[in-house]
């Protein structure tokens, strides 16, 4: 007979008690495989419980199949091949990651200001997709994302970044980290590619991961050294132009020429412009992106509404050029998109009723008043700080002028709940020895928030404002 310890009061039900009783002592071969289990009478006798209990147990260990049924005969043990379940001790202990680190005040460069989201006219669009009107959404869409949205951005790309392209040629993907490696995809095992350096360490990690080689370029404060390009034997280059992620500068217009001249050069040469964070431009005229220079199909354009909408949307993209196009279309012949339809729809109508132009409108006044506020307050500090990369973004570089290391003055800030950046975290070769310099992104702080927190981290650094005499 059976012997199971059933606690009446325990706030597992007897059934599902009893269904775990046996099913372990079938797994642990308690019960051999073909042995008769007793019959429901016999054991709520035995254990003076409901018939009816031992049914729903019985009936959920047949419908898992660790016991058979013979008609009029009675319930025997299967064979069962391999065990379907780990038993609790046998669970590996959960790893526990370290914990990101929070800080009072976080100039992290991938934040952006939440207060000025216009939820209740993402809410009324996404509201009136959420209905039988658009049950067809339910059904999976186009691979290359929606037509409606691809058509949206096409529109965007001419008018505000000189993209001139088709919704044809645009691909939408759930962020740059999931399109990048599509765009690897599409050439040889052999390509070699040029990354920037210091650059996006996302970047870095993907062609990393997928075992591409790579040369690392260095940047200047005209952008990435095409000079040093031309030197490598490399056929792609991954560039941040309108500007230069992580150190803010902007690609020059003698540059920009010398990098479409140099991807004219050869057929396998190609340029990705990542253009993330292009509508945000504080001095001078907006700068047209790359590839509204190239006359050779040679630029493949990535963009993102990471920056203009919301990280958590997931929601980015890259335009072909014709050639490539047809290689996509034999690599990824049964993909499906990354990004759910009622997302894609919702992001569509919002940009058709030009809702997101008015929402850049604004977020351009937010960000420039940040800026223009975290400018002016550095300047007082001009002699121990200078800043770069300020003309676009939602990030500045700062390089400080100390006795102290790059990590000591990191340290001393997160000692004072202070989250700021070193730029060496952003290199390919972090081993070099670098200055003291710092990401700075001022997109998440509120505008108030500005001025005390650079006096706390000057404060924190024992840096003085400048004497009276300095000016800048
Ligand atoms: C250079 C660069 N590209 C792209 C992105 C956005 O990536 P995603 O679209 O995966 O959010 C960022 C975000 O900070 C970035 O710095």
């Known amino acids: 007979m059976l012997l199971f310890q059933l606690e009446k009061d325990n706030e597992k039900p007897l059934y599902d008690q ?14 051999a495989v073909g042995e008769k289990l007793p ?74 200001d939440i207060d000025a989201f216009p939820f209740q006219t993402w809410r009324k669009y996404a509201k009136d997709l959420f209905d039988n009107a658009s049950k067809e959404l339910l059904l999976t869409g186009e691979p290359q994302g929606e037509l409606s949205l691809r058509t949206e951005i096409a529109n965007y790309l001419y008018q505000s970044r000189g993209v001139v392209c088709s919704p044809e040629q645009i691909v939408i993907g759930s962020g740059t980290e999931q399109l990048l490696p599509m765009i690897l995809r599409l050439f040889s095992e052999d390509t070699c590619f040029a990354l920037e350096n210091p650059g996006y360490p996302a970047v870095h990690r993907i062609f990393a991961q997928h075992k591409r080689k790579v040369y690392p370029i260095a940047v200047d404060e005209e952008g990435i050294m095409i000079q040093t390009l031309e030197k490598t034997h490399a056929h792609v280059a991954y560039i941040t132009p309108s500007h230069q992620f ?27 412009e990542d253009d993330y964070d292009s509508e945000f431009r504080y001095t001078g005229k907006p ?54 339809r009622f997302d894609q729809h919702i992001v569509a109508n919002f940009m058709r009723d030009g809702h997101f132009a008015k929402h850049l409108n604004r977020m351009r006044k937010i ?15 001009s002699a121990s700080v200078k800043i770069t990369g300020e003309q676009a973004g939602m990030h500045i570089l700062l390089d400080v002028q100390h006795t102290l290391t790059e990590k000591q003055l990191q340290q001393l800030a997160s000692q004072a709940g202070i989250g700021i950046y070193p730029l060496l975290d952003y290199r390919l070769d972090p081993s070099e020895p670098s200055k003291a ?36």
Not at 19 to 30: D, H, R
Not at 450 to 469: F, G, R, V
Request: with cysteine; glycine share 4%.
């Open 18 to 31: 009893l269904y775990n009783g046996i099913k372990e002592a079938i797994i642990s071969k308690k019960i």
């Open 39 to 112: 019959s429901k009478r016999k054991l709520a006798d035995f254990l003076n419980i409901s018939q009816t209990t031992i049914e729903i147990a019985y009936a959920q260990l047949l419908a898992e199949g660790y016991i058979m049924s013979k008609t009029r005969v009675g319930y025997f043990v299967e064979a069962i091949d391999e065990l379907p379940y780990i038993q609790q001790d046998t669970i590996t202990p959960f790893i526990e990651y370290p914990k990101k680190k929070t800080y009072k005040i976080d100039f992290n460069p991938s934040s952006i």
């Open 246 to 272: 992580p150190t803010g500068a902007v690609l020059s217009a003698t540059r920009r020429a010398q990098a479409l001249n140099w991807a004219a050069q050869s057929s396998t040469h190609y340029i990705i």
């Open 287 to 340: 700068i047209p992106a790359l590839h509204a220079l190239d006359r050779n199909d040679k630029v493949i354009y990535m963009s993102t509404f990471t920056k203009s909408l919301m990280p958590s949307l997931r929601v980015a993209y890259f335009v072909l050029p014709p050639k490539l196009l047809a290689t996509y279309n034999d690599v990824f012949n049964y993909y499906s998109s990354t990004v759910p």
């Open 367 to 381: 960000y420039r008043k940040k800026h223009d506020k975290l400018t002016t307050i550095l300047e007082k500090y």
């Open 437 to 472: 310099q710092f990401l700075l992104g001022f997109g998440g702080i509120p505008v108030q928030a500005i001025e005390p927190s650079i006096e706390h981290l000057m404060d924190c650094w024992s840096i003085q404002k400048n004497h009276p005499s300095i000016t800048k």
